[in-house]
């Protein structure tokens, strides 16, 4: 039991958030806060895993990366062509010509730290946690978890609820920015120029995020809305959006967006 006054003091209470990538957000005030869930969420193969990606190699913070939709190698591609700007297929072949020169691209960036478990429980991602701080003397800045489908999760929790409260402590506990990914339903069409709405979340799992990313792609474009957000504008309805230029071959995303839509 504490007395605010006094809390306020702690260099906790600023409530920091992750470095923010993509100067249109934050102009809404999106940010990715220490403490709090945030969710990416869309549907498949619209880009979630691309934004998650990109937030994680831009940002520059020590990050944990839980990826149980995701192989290694399949990561390790994506992650080589946004390093290099080259396609995917070229640095797939790199893969399997130059493992070297592969591990050499990867080791580029020591602040990404990676597990593969394809169903993990959320006691096996504390325990992640845990050996981050052992290993670095302080837990990650930011913990990705892609995506929410894949967690491993007790009897009577079929859409990750608990799950998420447990990441909701979690990221209270070790002060990091919890991020994980999720699926939008298909059967809830949405307009073109907008992204799907807050109401389109699989099991209705909106309660526990602090903010909320609806993602899509057209024609050549990332779309981008905040369909749930505590800490800036918002707009459930998913017809507020921010687009940026696209490119899927090399796991690009442009660093200037576009307004209005494609």
Not at 33 to 48: C, D, L, N, Q, Y
Not at 79 to 104: V, W
Not at 127 to 149: K, Q, R, Y
Not at 178 to 185: D, G, P, Q, R
């Amino acid at each position: 039991m504490r007395q605010l006054h006094k809390a306020v003091l702690s260099p906790t209470a600023q409530a920091p958030s992750v470095p923010n990538i993509w100067p249109a957000l934050a102009a809404r005030g999106i940010s990715f806060r220490v403490g709090e869930v945030s969710m990416i969420a869309g549907r498949p193969s619209t880009g979630k895993s691309m934004v998650a990606l990109n937030l994680a190699y831009r940002a520059k913070v020590p990050t944990l990366y839980v990826s149980a939709d995701s192989h290694m190698a399949t990561q390790s591609i994506r992650l080589m062509s946004i390093i290099t700007g080259k396609d995917q297929k070229e640095m797939e072949e790199l893969l399997t010509t130059d493992r070297k020169r592969a591990s050499d691209l990867l080791r580029s960036e020591p602040h990404l730290r990676w597990d593969w478990t394809s169903n993990p429980r959320a006691e096996l991602i504390e325990e992640l946690v845990e050996a981050h701080a052992e290993m670095f003397s302080n837990g990650p800045t930011m913990l990705i978890v892609d995506n929410l489908t894949d967690v491993m999760r007790d009897p009577g929790d079929e859409w990750g609820k608990q799950f998420l409260l447990d990441m909701k402590f979690l990221a209270r506990k070790w002060e990091l920015a919890a991020v994980i990914l999720h699926h939008m339903s298909l059967s809830r069409p949405h307009q073109p120029g907008t992204v799907p709405p807050l109401e389109a979340i699989q099991g209705k799992t909106a309660e526990t995020p602090a903010l909320v990313l609806s993602v899509t792609t057209q024609d050549g474009w990332l779309g981008i809305g905040a369909v749930k957000n505590r800490y800036g504008l918002m707009d459930s309805h998913g017809q507020t959006v921010d687009w940026f230029a696209y490119e899927p071959a090399r796991a690009w995303i442009g660093e200037s967006e576009r307004a209005g839509g494609p």
